[in-house]
């Protein structure tokens, strides 16, 4: 990801079906998001990266190495557009990148326990359920539970 990326992905992280599963739901700023791109395009410990088929972009993914020893996490969203079928191969690619190129040990993922396509899309891509963060998170009128999972390498190339 780049700078000339942001309003596209800022578009596409302010799209109400996209945003109605994030932590943070309110429309964010094109300051705001300046921002946060100038924060986290700095920190080594960090991947943004657009994720494009034929050059055509239709997600972004973010992963982070959280703790020393590989420990990582990601997110992730698709463009609103985007074909049916583009989360599975945006997540497949993740997952080549996360353990091939940036090297993790294993990588993290959490959803909102509300969010059952995501809870099924971490499934589906080998991701194992760690636990429960009851009641976790709070959007200003209710508190929600946060499903978490985990990835490991060895786990990934097994099923590779």
């Known amino acids: 990801m780049n700078e000339g990326d942001l309003d596209l992905v800022l578009s596409w992280r302010n799209h109400l079906e996209v945003r109605r599963y994030m932590y943070t739901q309110h429309e964010i700023t094109r300051e705001e998001h300046a921002r946060w791109f100038a924060r986290t ?29 590989g420990i990582g996490d990601w997110g992730f969203y698709v463009a609103p557009h985007a074909p049916k079928g583009t989360g599975r191969t945006l997540g497949l690619t993740a997952l080549r990148y996360a353990f091939e190129a940036a090297r993790l040990h294993k990588l993290c993922g959490q959803a909102l ?17 760690e636990g429960v963060l009851r009641q ?25």
């Open 113 to 129: 326990a509300v969010n059952e396509p995501s809870i099924r899309f971490h499934l589906n891509l080998g991701f194992q359920r």
């Open 41 to 69: 395009s700095q920190d080594p410990e960090r991947h943004l990266l657009m994720f494009e088929i034929d050059t055509t972009p239709l997600g972004f993914i973010n992963l982070h190495q959280i703790a020393s020893g």
């Open 136 to 160: 976790q998170h709070f959007d200003g009128q209710k508190h929600y539970d946060v499903v978490c999972f985990g990835l490991l390498v060895s786990e990934w190339h097994l099923a590779n």
